[in-house]
């Protein structure tokens, strides 16, 4: 049994301190305790609350805040959790497709069917540098290299057939040679032989997310993905991009069902207005300038910003060969639109980076959530928690009730595998 078509699909997008760049200065976070027990202790309450997956971003160069690796993470995570999804990235980048086919299979046998391979592109020109290159990999290069990757990723996990483990114990392996094949892939960056040492899970293989916005992105996404995590700030943007997507999805000869468009979601929730307004003015008035323009910086295109002045404009720059183009014109056209200085812009993005960004009650949050996926802009959300543990404390206690009062949310888990939950 899967998502009833007429509820939302809800991930949460967890990071150490929270969304917020200034949310590891906030007073409540605590920066001794072991990350792996804030997030279990927050992953656990995201399945008691039966959020569809948690969802982890990773980068292989260091970001700001110090990060774990999510295949590690989400392997221990697995064993501590019993329904919820667990989706991490994995970058075509600066990886090798037998090495991610086999640790996100492995993942998936291990949670009975529960992983999710988000498939990104580096977006980050610091990573070159931990791979021995002098240069990041070209954006049209990155792309070329994802869609054979993906390729063969796929082609691994199908090299075992459902039913090729051995029920009775009268052959001479545990499994029957017959149903299991050899991939002999050999392309312009790969050549795998296969077959995958790791066979299938219950849920056949893992999720594949994308979340490339630009134009490359979007066909690769149309093509490859099963989740689409995405940035959108406003609902006509969004409307136009989930129509899009789907549009692309049909002409791949796909169904459009087949893909689930799920919006990023920044919410500062309180039990008044005036409660969340008062909670995301003060992670607002921790935000340190360099932290804040080395966020803008990083997101806008890998762009050192440090010698223009703060309360002057975002000046031109060049299409980013380095990072993503999709969240370069995204910021652009906000800056340009409201005429921000580079100080406003980085404070509007402190906390949703861009995303869908809420301040307000659970009935406020809730309504704007309804009114994209009525409204044809989503089919369901990536939460970002603006701090950790309070952000998604309170996103979990008030806007999933609330939710779940409007028919819009299930109550308890129908399947148990990430496929089963988000209706795929």
Known sequence: MGLNPKQLSIAAFMMRYGHHVAAWRHPETDLLSNPF???????????????????????????????????TLLSALAASTERIGLIGTATTTYNEPYTVARQFASLDLLSDGRAGWNLVTSDNAAEAAN?????HVA????????????????????SWEPDALQVEKTGSLPYDPAKLHKLNHRGEHFAVAGPLNVARSPQGRPVVVQAGGSETGRDLAAGTAEVVFTAQPTLAKAQAFYSDIKRRVVEKGRSPDAVKVMPGLFAVVGRTKEAAQAKFAELQALIEPKAGLALLGRMIGNFDLSSYPLDGPLPELPETQDGQRSRQQLL?????????????????????????TVVGTAEQVADQMQEWF????????????????????????????????????????????????LGL
Not at 45 to 71: H, I, Y
Not at 144 to 153: D, K, P
Not at 389 to 408: C, K, S
């Open 131 to 135: 791979f021995g290159r002098e240069q």
């Open 37 to 71: 027990k804030v997030f279990r202790d927050q992953v656990r309450s995201a399945e008691r609350a039966c959020l569809d997956a948690v969802f982890f971003a990773d980068s292989v160069a260091l970001t700001g805040a110090p990060s774990l690796e999510p295949l």
């Open 139 to 158: 954006h049209a290069d990155r792309y070329a290299r994802a869609r054979e990757f993906h390729q063969v990723v796929t082609g691994l996990w199908n």
């Open 332 to 356: 652009t056209d906000l800056a340009q639109g409201e005429n921000l200085t580079i100080r406003q812009l980085y404070e509007r993005i402190a906390g949703g980076r861009g995303h869908f």
């Open 374 to 421: 009525e409204k044809g802009a989503a089919d369901g959300f990536n939460f970002m928690a603006p701090a950790l543990p309070g952000g998604l404390d309170d996103f979990l206690a008030l806007v999933i009730p609330e939710l779940q009062r409007r028919g819009l949310f299930r109550t308890s888990y129908q399947g148990t595998t990430l496929r089963e939950h």
